[in-house]
């Protein structure tokens, strides 16, 4: 922590629980620390209570102000409940909020937190209104424990994600901000300070890859860039092996100076709203705000956040979002860089310490107790499974699965498709021949079975398919071909038995591919 201080990181959000920094442990954690010149934010689920208690403690030995401390006690009872199931206890979080009105203006007590909703596969829209949502119930559970509706508010920090749809992003926290501001007007303190909302936003877990995992990097570096842009007051960089276990030093520092060089070189931070007055993100801003009005009256008249998320509503409608958008992410209409689009079979794995098991992202969804909280998913799941396959094959056999690329005709004919075949199979771990570069019905078997492969896919134009694509399917097949596929739209092409194209369901191609090959899961 010292290191990350010196070095440019200005805040620090610490897990604190079991499997954590334990609540003993933080004089240590924090000896050193400045705690009148860095923020701190904890999120310590069950141990809340202890760990702010302790942390104000720390205060008072190292002889900070009361009006000097700065951040976050992170008490988020809706939050705990939405990832594990746990019904949520609030009392603790009222007793923090009274005491930071009365005596600590500079913390906040309660942070509501919309990663759970984030991370189970929420649209844009959903996020921010499960986040307004939850705004507003600890307003009415603060005011009726008897503070002002600014004390209130002047309680609440939110959290959201920022992935690489720079734009998405930059919208959702103007968005956020509009949306809030409509409700501290609506509750009475429109147009005090306590109507501005504070946003920590954290680089979005979901996006990140386990393959090629390096091109995290250029993800977070957009979504930093959308933060910033979108007026965060906080932002949190994942290190690119955050999903591979603990990040190492360089993992840490590139994240660390993703957000340094985009504040101190590129001037990030000089500019208020410096996305305001584009027709674009002004338009999108207003969509997603309206969007996420009407689900938040939605949750509202279900008799508000706790409510919906014990009767399962909001579980379900981020289901059915979640599974709209696997279609996309299943036909590649959503490419994922390095997974479903572009992968690397012989990228040489990055290997990482294991994490502890309690992290403030990452989190299995339930308690430990028979709660079930909302999932957590990934856009890379499902081809991570089939590269696991693959694996495993390489492992038990020495080799990967193949599939012969029988391309007709000059490079000008086949390439584009033999391209799109060969991006296909790696995504599922197959690995592509393309030798020899282009192959005929008298040359395709000879081919073939010089590859080692079990699979064939022709590539060409549909000109030379009308004239050789039957020839070559059927001399594959003779040559023993579990299956032959070609690269294009179904038509009636005797001897072939698949066919693969843009918008096709490619875990299913790949999945049955695989079963052929004898790669089990």
């Not at 199931?85 to 937190?113: I, K, N, S």
């Not at 592509?432 to 040359?443: L, M």
């Not at 081919?447 to 039957?470: I, K, M, N, R």
């Amino acid at each position: 922590m010292l290191a990350d201080l010196e070095n440019g990181v200005t805040a620090l959000w610490l897990a604190v629980g079991e499997a954590a920094l334990p609540v003993s442990g933080l004089a240590r954690a924090l000896d050193g620390v400045f705690l009148d010149l860095a923020p701190i934010a904890l999120d310590a689920g069950d141990e809340t209570g202890a760990a702010a208690r302790e942390l104000l403690r720390l205060y008072d030995a190292a002889g900070v102000a009361r009006d000097a401390a700065r951040g976050s006690l992170g008490a988020d009872p809706l939050g705990r409940e939405a990832r594990t199931g746990a019904p949520a206890a609030t009392d603790e979080a009222v007793e923090l909020a009274r005491l930071c009105a009365e005596q600590y203006p500079g913390l906040r007590a309660l942070a509501v937190d919309a990663l759970p909703y984030h991370e189970a596969g929420a649209s844009a829209a959903e996020e921010l209104g499960c986040s307004l949502a939850t705004g507003v119930a600890y307003l009415r559970l603060l005011t009726d424990a008897g503070l002002t509706v600014e004390q209130a508010a002047r309680q609440l920090e939110f959290r959201y994600a920022a992935t690489a749809d720079q734009f998405l992003t930059v919208a959702k926290l103007r968005a956020a901000r509009r949306l809030w501001s409509r409700v501290a007007e609506v509750c009475g303190a429109g147009g005090t300070a306590a109507a501005a909302q504070v946003q920590h936003v954290v680089t979005s877990p979901v996006m990140m890859t386990r393959r090629d995992p390096y091109v995290n990097m250029l993800r977070t570096t957009i979504a930093c860039l959308a933060a910033g842009v979108g007026g965060a007051d906080a932002v949190t960089v994942l290190p690119f092996d955050h999903d591979l276990g603990l990040p190492d030093a360089f993992a840490r520092r590139i994240a660390r100076n993703t957000s340094s060089i985009l504040l101190e070189e590129s001037h990030l931070g000089r500019v208020a709203d410096p996305a305001g007055g584009s027709w674009y993100v002004e338009r999108l801003t207003d969509e997603l705000a309206s969007a996420a009005w009407t689900f938040f009256q939605e949750l509202e008249r279900a008799g508000g956040q706790t409510q919906a998320l014990r009767s399962g509503m909001v579980g379900e409608r981020i289901a059915a979002t979640w599974a709209a958008r696997g279609k996309k992410l299943a036909k590649r209409r959503e490419p994922v860089t390095g997974v479903s689009e572009f992968p690397n079979l012989t990228e040489k794995p990055v290997v990482r310490e294991e994490a502890p098991a309690f992290r403030p992202l990452g989190r299995a969804g339930g308690d430990g107790n028979g709660n079930a909280g909302l999932p957590q998913v990934r856009r890379d799941e499902v081809f991570e499974a089939l590269r696991a396959r693959s694996d495993a094959h390489l492992a038990a056999t020495g080799a990967r699965p193949r599939v012969f690329l029988a391309a007709l005709g000059p490079a000008a004919a086949h390439t584009a498709r033999a391209t799109f075949a060969a991006n296909l199979f790696q995504a599922g771990g197959v690995e592509a021949v393309h030798d020899p570069a282009s192959v005929d019905a008298e040359t395709v078997a000879e081919a073939f079975a010089a590859s080692g492969a079990a699979l064939a896919c022709v590539c060409s134009s549909d000109a030379l398919y009308a004239e050789q694509a039957e020839a070559v399917a059927e001399a594959l097949q003779s040559a023993g071909a579990a299956r032959v596929y070609l690269a294009g739209r179904p038509a009636e092409f005797a001897h072939v038995d698949a066919y693969v194209f843009a918008g096709c369901d490619a875990p299913a191609v790949l999945s049955s591919a695989l079963d052929l090959i004898g790669a089990t899961a």
